[in-house]
Nanobody, 116 residues
């Protein structure tokens, strides 16, 4: 099983980034997918969730209206489009595959830094 995040980097406040998470080794379409983030000195927090078919999404209040989660089950990939980025969005972003049977898999994380 592998989850490989990409797309992180340094961006100025107000800018945008698109994170990708490519999955392999499991039946991607059967798993809900989540993005978490962890800032230095803080606990990991749930940012966004997308259900298996992609029709239902949920967001943390702190990112609603700015972030959009999506998935392409044909490409085994989940995305996080991040707009209007703020310095407080700086964190390591992780994707997580939620198994329908309990438990799941984590990616290795990608750093997002929002700074001028």
């Amino acid at each position: 099983v592998q989850l490989v995040e990409s797309g992180g980097g340094l961006v100025q406040p107000g800018g945008s980034l698109r994170l990708s998470c490519a999955a392999s080794g499991f039946t991607f379409s059967s798993y809900a997918m989540r993005w978490y983030r962890q800032a230095p000195g803080k606990e990991r927090e749930l940012v966004a969730t997308i259900m298996r078919a992609g029709g239902i999404t949920n967001y943390a209040d702190s990112v609603k209206g700015r972030f959009t989660i999506s998935r392409d089950n044909a490409k085994n990939t989940v995305y996080l489009q991040m707009n209007s980025l703020k310095p407080q969005d700086t964190a390591v972003y992780y994707c997580y595959a939620q198994s329908p049977y309990g438990g799941g898999y984590w990616g290795q994380g990608t750093q997002v830094t929002v700074s001028s």
